[in-house]
């Protein structure tokens, strides 16, 4: 087979995975070979981006690729290989010609047959046995969806819905924090001050029930109107928990308005909320990281009660010590939050939510939407906005927020390398790095050596990276393959799965496979050249400049650079905790429960070069309570900015190693950085959905997503 026609044919292979038939993409081939003048390079970069998108801009069109004329000048152009079924190696099986029905596959979806795919981004637990530890919706499959393009746009009687409609479309914001800052009353109400917490019960969707203000002080709970009308149904848990009352209400619609009553004489003290709620979120993020079973909102309320006890115990204290620090009889029991809603009402009943500001003092103390990671917005100062990094990465890294003047992300403590959580089996070891796994001989640069040093080894004798810093193309484009087209690399399927043991020690099921993936070896201690040496990307830390700030398309907090950067360029590592597979698995149970966002990956590139691996030994990085800016990247589909590849740098075992982000393409000042989680938007058997994907790309495979 000719040179041509074999890039032709991994071509239509390419497409193919992402759901487009060589009717439709040979007429498009070869009208880009034209433009390019017989160029192949620029069609092949990122993975045939260029061609996958010429095919859907065609269909926008209404150029039917699969017309006739352009069919058959494609196939006269692009050789009888492409025609011939003895050539067609992959298609064959698939059934590929002419006549073929038209691929019923979105872009950029998995393999029905394996039923799960590993996921490789931060995933969601789920029940359902289509998980990456089945704990895990995000992660795993990528499923085939449904509906080819071509057919959601006959479905919307306009065949340019497809691409441009999410243009078009307002994006749907994702609701912050809902905290009405009703005034603090000054009326002496100090018994039995209430604190309301207005709870989405299911994810973003739920998360947004506007509180009617004016209800909220009432201390006996009644039938409470909320949003989309509907009280159905009142309930009453009253919780006899250290002078708590709790009571809750509920409407059909998923929300629920709770209110706490604190039974404590308040009329001596001035206590501030936010120094409340810091106390209590210590408490939580201290003990609770792993979150015992017997964990619920109403310990955590009561927990709130004793935490304003326990202030009033403190100010008491210092009163007797000294009575002149006593101040007037009567304090505000709740100080209005500073925090505002940071984007405005979100109708669309998925992610909104908005508690409209007060005008009247009085009517209420605050409202508080209890996303227990959003809420927390505001209420600690952990972050300092100027570097969220506190000084410890190279470069500072800002927040800002331009759909509200005081917000900050949710607390979690920043760290800029990985630490151990407890159970995890990190060997580093100089005595178990060999002669093959370092260049001790070197000295300076090694990249700028005659010969390739030892450290090459594992990339074929090449090195990965050029005398710039960045990930050369040939590498990067194979890495960004693997994961734009699972199906196409290496699965691994472990005998006794340690993800299967997580999630059922007793009877697991078998492995659902890991997707084995290439690593980059970086030079270290035990080598002989120095810190400046090509071949230290990673370890030398974050240099671009970096920026979180809150994305107005409803995913929350994101990270964008603030300067362009090339192709290949290192952007920062995943860090977080390391944590063992079960010790994974009990967080993410307990991390839906709560309704967090999902900020945990798996270490399982390299699962498949050894037998039965241990607990301990099986590992991934959770980045919810300790992590760096990695935990601030938002999901994208297929067409993410970012790839992320396993860096090995003082583990040659590969049980652990370091997961970095290199960009795809360039990326421009402002832009949003994303990488593709894997999410298997089409796995709603688990108790923990995955999210909706607001991601924007004309390739979102999220059928819930605006934009499909
Ligand atoms: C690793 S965190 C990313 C940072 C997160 N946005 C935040 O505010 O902390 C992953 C979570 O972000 C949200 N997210 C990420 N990508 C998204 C997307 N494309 N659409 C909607 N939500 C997204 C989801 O809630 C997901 O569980």
């Not at 993975?47 to 926008?60: E, G």
């Not at 079924?85 to 019923?104: C, M, Q």
């Not at 090449?462 to 484009?477: I, S």
């Amino acid at each position: 087979m000719g040179a041509k026609a074999d890039r032709a044919r991994r071509a239509l292979d390419a497409m193919k995975l992402l759901g487009f038939s060589r009717k439709q993409a040979t007429p498009v081939l070869r009208r880009l070979l034209k433009i390019f003048n017989d160029n192949w390079e620029p069609i092949e970069d990122e993975c045939y981006r260029a061609l996958a998108d010429a095919i859907l801009d065609a269909q926008d069109n209404n150029q039917t690729p699969a017309s006739q004329q352009g069919t058959e000048a494609a196939q006269e152009d692009l050789e009888p290989h492409l025609t011939t079924r003895d050539n067609r190696h992959s298609y064959a099986s698939a059934g590929e010609d002419d006549n073929e029905t038209p691929l019923v596959k979105r872009p950029r979806m998995g393999t029905a047959e394996f039923g799960h795919e590993l996921q490789h981004g931060p995933w969601q637990p789920t029940g359902s046995a289509q998980g990456a530890l089945s704990a895990s919706p995000e992660t795993s499959c990528r499923q085939n969806r449904s509906l080819t393009l071509a057919q959601q746009a006959a479905d919307h009687g306009d065949p340019s819905a497809i691409g441009d409609a999410l243009i078009l479309k307002e994006p749907k914001p994702e609701p912050q924090i809902n905290v009405a800052q009703g005034k603090a009353c000054r009326d002496a109400r100090a018994a039995s001050d209430a604190i309301d917490f207005n709870i989405g019960s299911s994810g973003a969707g739920a998360r947004g029930g506007v509180v009617n203000q004016a209800q909220s002080l009432d201390s006996s709970l009644q039938a409470i109107p909320m949003r989309n009308n509907g009280v159905v149904s009142t309930v009453q848990n009253t919780q006899d928990a250290s002078s708590a009352e709790v009571d809750v209400a509920s409407s059909t619609n998923g929300e629920v308005k709770m209110s706490l009553k604190c039974n404590l004489d308040l009329s001596k003290f001035s206590i501030n909320m936010e120094d409340v709620f810091k106390m209590v979120e210590e408490k939580c993020l201290h003990s609770y990281k792993v979150l015992p079973p017997d964990f619920s909102i109403g310990k955590l309320m009561s927990e709130v009660c004793q935490s304003v006890a326990q202030l009033c115990t403190m100010q008491s204290d210092v009163h007797s010590n000294s009575g002149s620090l006593h101040k007037e009889a009567v304090a505000p029991f709740v100080k209005p939050i500073a925090c505002k809603a940071a984007v405005g009402i979100n109708d669309n009943g998925a992610g909104g939510s908005s508690v409209p500001e007060s005008s009247e003092p009085c009517l209420q103390n605050s409202i508080v939407a209890w996303d227990p990671e959003l809420a927390n917005c505001k209420r600690r100062t952990t972050h300092d906005v100027t570097d969220i990094s506190k000084g410890e990465e190279r470069v500072r890294i800002t927040i800002v927020n331009e759909f509200g003047s005081e917000t900050c992300p949710p607390s979690f403590f920043y760290i800029p390398r990985n630490l151990v959580f407890q159970n995890a089996y990190v060997n580093i070891s100089i005595a178990r790095i060999g002669d093959e796994d370092c260049c001790a001989d070197c000295s300076g640069n090694c990249l700028a050596a005659s010969l390739p040093c030892a450290c090459a080894r594992a990339t074929g004798g090449d090195f990965v990276y050029t005398p710039e810093g960045l990930v050369k193309t040939a590498f990067l484009d194979e890495w960004t393959s693997v994961n734009l087209f699972p199906e196409k690399h290496h699965r691994f399927y472990c005998k006794a799965c340690p993800l299967e043991r997580s999630k059922n020690q007793a009877s697991p099921d078998p492995c659902k496979g890991h997707l084995v993936r290439k690593f980059i070896k970086e030079c270290w201690s035990k080598c002989g050249c120095g810190m400046q040496c090509g071949n230290r990307v990673i370890q030398r830390g974050i240099t671009c400049k970096l920026q979180v700030f809150f994305t107005r398309e409803g995913k929350g907090w994101g990270l964008r650079t603030l300067e362009d950067l090339p192709k290949g360029a290192f952007v920062c590592e995943y860090v977080g905790e390391v944590l063992t597979s079960s010790e994974l698995y009990e967080r993410a149970i307990e991390n839906a429960r709560n309704g967090k966002h999902m900020h945990q990956v798996l270490l399982d590139a390299d699962w498949g070069s050894e037998g039965i691996l241990r607990d301990e030994e099986a590992l991934g990085i959770d980045g919810t309570f300790y992590g760096n800016v990695g935990r601030f990247i938002n999901h994208r589909c297929y067409d993410a900015n970012l790839v992320q590849i396993p860096v090995e740098v003082e583990t040659p075992d590969h049980h652990y190693y370091h997961l970095a982000f290199f960009t795809t393409k360039k990326v421009e000042a402002f832009e949003e950085l994303t990488w593709d989680y894997g999410v298997d938007f089409d796995d709603v058997g688990g108790p923990c959905k995955a999210f909706r994907c607001m991601c924007g790309s004309r390739y979102c495979r999220d059928p819930r997503s605006p934009s499909v």
